[in-house]
């Protein structure tokens, strides 16, 4: 089965700071990965996806992330946070024969202080 | 495009009522997912609709059904209601069935008393 875990449950940032939020997943197969990024308020959004190509993928807002296979992990950073970036952040994982059965982690809270 | 829609977008209901959420697609996609979202579980999934036909379903009892419609339109089902059932359902649409992005809506916030 399936598993995504996020490392930081709440993480708290002063503006200008770098970002990075962990991301490990269990699958034996083929993965697709998803970053999602939910607003006070808001509905979820995709930040950015990995299917296959480039491990280094980037996304809106200026996230990027990148899969390192060998770890089963695709962490999420941003050199430089901005107050606006204050949400709720989930990491998740599908696969190519699954794709509709998205398994999402705990998620992360960031919290910026301007 | 219009993004995915979800009616009702809040609803309280007492226990041992049934409910029933709708969701619309994005406009051509033809795979609908169900998910739970609660402060206690996060994220889980449902159900996953393609072309009329239940996909995958995951671990929740039998009071959570589903159906999809030939215009892709998804309705959920929840009987007899608990307090547990208290969360926001999130339905997710995507192209087809298979590697393919899920694009989320609104969600419908469900309050149980």
């Known amino acids: 089965a399936q598993s995504v875990s996020q490392h930081n449950h709440h993480v708290i940032l002063s503006e200008a700071a770098s970002l990075e939020l962990g991301c490990n997943y269990s699958?034996?197969?083929?993965?697709?990965l998803f970053w999602y990024v939910q607003y006070p308020g808001q509905h979820l959004q995709l930040l950015l996806k990995?299917?296959?190509?480039?491990?280094l993928v980037k996304g809106i807002k200026g996230f990027e992330a990148e899969f390192i296979k060998s770890k089963f992990s695709f962490n999420l950073r941003k050199p430089s946070v901005q107050w606006s970036d204050t949400a709720e952040y989930f990491c998740a994982v599908n696969s190519n024969t699954n794709a509709g059965k998205s398994t999402f982690g705990d998620g992360t809270t960031l919290t910026v202080k301007p | 495009k219009a993004g995915v829609t979800q009616t009702p977008r809040y609803l309280i209901k007492t226990r041992g009522q049934q409910v029933t959420l709708s969701c619309s697609p994005i406009?051509?996609?033809?795979?609908v997912s169900w998910y739970q979202q609660t402060p206690g579980q996060g994220l889980q999934f449902l159900f996953e609709y393609f072309s009329e036909t239940q996909r995958n379903k995951g671990n929740f009892p039998g009071r959570f059904s589903g159906r999809q419609f030939s215009n892709s339109r998804s309705e959920m089902n929840v009987s007899t209601l608990e307090l547990g059932d208290s969360a926001l359902y999130l339905c997710?649409?995507?192209?087809?069935?298979?590697?393919?992005?899920?694009?989320f809506g609104p969600g419908t916030r469900l309050l149980v008393l």
């Open positions: 699958y034996g197969g083929t993965v697709n």
């Open positions: 406009s051509g996609h033809r795979s």
């Open positions: 990995y299917f296959s190509g480039d491990p």
């Open positions: 997710a649409s995507s192209l087809v069935a298979g590697a393919e992005t899920q694009y």
